[in-house]
């Protein structure tokens, strides 16, 4: 709107109503009536102006256009007639003028901040995910270690195939397939270990003079949908002294639908030098477990509370997003299931099946969004619901037009 009344001048009324969804008018009358400070932010309200526009010109239009405020009125037809017959034809208030639009560099995207959850089949796949998610959405803030971070609260990642190891490593990781075979054989070992950080292995099998590996073992053999089968690995004498305390705090195993499901707590994760060490280590694990209790591997559930990534270490995150973009990703299925779509009578119908085939229920609606709303909480994963979405238009499209609909595969 800025540039179209720049390039128009002869613009010198501009009239406000409706209501607005995203406090846009706010800023709109703020603009007007308190300014632009040095950061191209509205005072009082913050909101970003294109930088691309000189503050002189921000100043012209100010000054140049009157902002009449009709929100509030009951009748704005004819309250909109009775202002511009007082209005007076004012001439241009400068002459009009152009910008060139300079794409923006953000450093980080607004996003719900806590609360991700990636699900790959790997733990390489979700180590590249996590640092395409942090990097593109993390907050920026200082450490104690002079850098900075970029940082995301609560990333909760599930893999799939836990049992897949990290081989053919890419030039940019920060570590050799020989440093997590070293971290692994570490992390499993009972033995108190000089020169090793954390010692978890100590910790889980040796601390306190307890085997809680063991514990957890024989709690799941005693009943297999136990909900007790946990371990500690945080010493509230030590590490609440510490100024290095270990970072994974507490481990969970569970048995459902046959299978064995391990999950982590990390207080502190830094996803780039450590979280795929981390996940190797846990799933090494998770397989000694499945194997003295005779039973398949499930998921490896890992929760990074505080999921972080310094700044030494973001060009070369940049490398792994730019390799993520270029990878040719498998269909994946969604795990709570398919939709055929197809039409009868003007309506649009969908039939929901699951994995495995069987029908579910099925849906009816006269309208996009009715069938949408309906089948919405049944959509597991983002590339499904804009496949889904894409064919409900479709489907949509075929019937006003009277057409045969056939639904696309991919």
């Not at 990703?329 to 085939?357: C, K, T, W």
Request: charged share 25%; with cysteine.
């Amino acid at each position: 709107m800025l540039r179209n009344i720049l390039a128009n001048p002869s613009i010198r009324y501009l009239v406000l109503t409706g209501r607005s969804l995203t406090d846009s008018d706010k800023a709109l009358l703020d603009f007007f009536r308190k300014g632009v400070d040095q950061d191209w932010r509205v005072v009082g309200n913050g909101a970003q102006l294109d930088l691309a526009l000189p503050l002189d010109a921000l100043s012209d239009v100010r000054g140049g256009v009157e902002l009449i405020d009709l929100r509030s009125s009951p009748d704005f037809e004819n309250e909109f007639d009775n202002w511009t017959e007082t209005l007076k034809p004012l001439d241009p208030f400068c002459q009009p003028r152009t910008f060139p639009k300079i794409p923006p560099k953000v450093r980080s995207l607004p996003s719900e901040f806590t609360g991700f959850v990636i699900r790959e089949r790997t733990i390489y796949q979700a180590w590249i995910e996590i640092l395409r998610t942090v990097m593109m959405f993390g907050d920026i803030s200082p450490t104690d270690y002079g850098l900075e971070q970029k940082e995301l609260l609560a990333v909760f990642s599930v893999i799939e195939n836990p049992e897949l190891h990290l081989d053919n490593l890419p030039a940019w990781a920060p570590f050799k397939k020989q440093d997590v075979e070293n971290y692994v054989r570490n992390f499993l070992s009972a033995k108190n270990q000089v020169g090793v950080a954390y010692n978890y292995g100590y910790r889980l099998q040796s601390h306190w003079s307890d085997d809680q590996f063991q514990r957890m073992f024989s709690e799941l053999q005693r009943f297999g949908h136990s909900r007790r089968a946990v371990a500690s690995l945080w010493d509230p004498r030590e590490d609440s002294q510490s100024s290095d305390p270990v970072c994974l705090t507490t481990l969970q195993a569970v048995i459902r639908r046959e299978r064995l499901h391990l999950i982590a707590y990390i207080r502190s994760n830094d996803m780039f030098r450590a979280y795929p060490l981390n996940a190797a280590a846990l799933a090494a694990l998770q397989s000694k477990l499945t194997t003295k209790l005779q039973i398949e591997t499930g998921p490896l559930e890992i929760l990074s509370y505080s999921a972080h990534i310094y700044s030494d270490c973001w060009e070369a995150c940049d490398q792994a997003s730019t390799e993520a973009r270029g990878l040719n990703r498998r269909f994946e299925q969604d795990p709570r299931g398919s939709f055929v779509f197809r039409a009868q009578d003007m309506n649009l119908i969908v039939d929901h099946y699951s994995p495995l085939g069987d029908l579910l229920e099925t849906f009816t609606s006269r309208t996009p969004n009715g069938l949408m709303q309906m089948i919405g909480p049944l959509v597991g994963r983002i590339d499904h619901a804009m496949y889904l979405g894409r064919e409900i238009e479709r489907l949509a499209s075929a019937i006003d037009r009277g057409q045969d609909y056939e639904q696309d595969e991919v």
